[in-house]
């Protein structure tokens, strides 16, 4: 998921919020982590190879990564970024390491995207399914461990069609996109950005 609120470069307009679907399923009976071993798990996840790849190639790509760029807070989705603003990780919507290690993964890719991608734009529904999808498709959100807990049972084509429909579900968030223009969106930059593996090699 992707926040932009009027931090440098985003050209999205202050106060706007561009949600997206926990990472996780959201189970009533899952135990809020609390905070201090939310931040203490921000600083495990920090040590997770992938998270790790993903800050030295934006630092490589001369994007600032600011000693708070990752905060822990209390908030309505699993994480989110904000252009300027750097990314949260929502602890009460944590119950496991797993899930703070693949919100920051997710929004590391929004936070590497929004640094090298010239002139991307929150509130343009094309930039922001560019974003989601690459997200989605990078980060191991649509992995079929992940769906077989989501419930979700489609074995073959299941990943495309997760990464399609998450990317819907941020999409939809955004105030500046309907949904049959978040939609049109998907599927007008979908060969592009689903293959588009930056900064990886090819799709982890």
Known sequence: MAEGNGGSGS?????????????????????AMPHEECVEGIRSALKNPTVRFLRERMEKAGCQVWPRLIQAATCSSAGGYASGHG?????????FQDQITQVLI???????DDCVAKNLDWKNCAHHACSEIRANHLSGDCHYKRELLRGFMKI????QDCVKRRALVSLKNNPYCSETASKDAIEAVWDICYNDTRPFDRAP
């Open 11 to 31: 050209g999205a307009a202050a106060g706007v919020r561009v949600g997206a679907e926990s990472s996780e399923p959201k189970r009533a009976s899952l135990r």
């Open 87 to 95: 990314i949260k990780v929502c602890c009460n919507h944590m119950a």
């Open 106 to 112: 997710h929004e590391l890719i929004h936070a590497y």
């Open 156 to 159: 073959r084509g299941h990943e």
